[in-house]
């Protein structure tokens, strides 16, 4: 009987020490994280409510609104990346970074373009900004602005 009470106790103990400790977990994340997003949904859907219908959606609203983006899509402006023009062409630009040799790939479908008295031609120094993550080749990534090294 004495054993199985050690036993027990011994069980508690790690289940309590484990469940109370004070390190992070690496795979977990922090509470406050999504504290924002869940109150911007929160504000987001209020704003968006409309009165009660009658009407049942049919099934083309329901594909609709399945692949209109949501507040956690929301894509945000990142730093501008400067580099070399390697080509520009058919609504894509494509810059060398002189630092470290990589190639970043731009959509300027619809960006704004500021280039000064000559055209942006391959060689020229650009700046550029951009929306969400770097692309590649056959997905590049949206550029906002770009501007021309001999603007400035």
Sequence with gaps: MKKKCILVFMIVLTIGMTACSSDP?????????NVEKE???EDV????????TAETPSSDDIENAETEPTVDEEIIESD??????????DNTIIIKDPGDGILYYFSTK???IVEGDLPIAVGDKVEITYRGLLGD??????????VADTVK
Excluded at 25 to 33: A, H, S
Excluded at 80 to 89: F, M, R, S
Excluded at 137 to 146: G, L, Q
């Design 137 to 146: 080749e056959k997905d590049p990534c949206e550029a906002v602005k770009i």
């Design 110 to 112: 619809n960006a704004q």
């Design 80 to 89: 501008p990346i400067t580099g070399i023009v390697e080509k520009y062409a």
């Design 45 to 52: 859907s209020k704003a968006e409510t409309k009165p009660d």
């Design 25 to 33: 977990k690496e795979d977990t994340v922090p509470i406050g994280t």
């Design 39 to 41: 109150i911007e949904n």
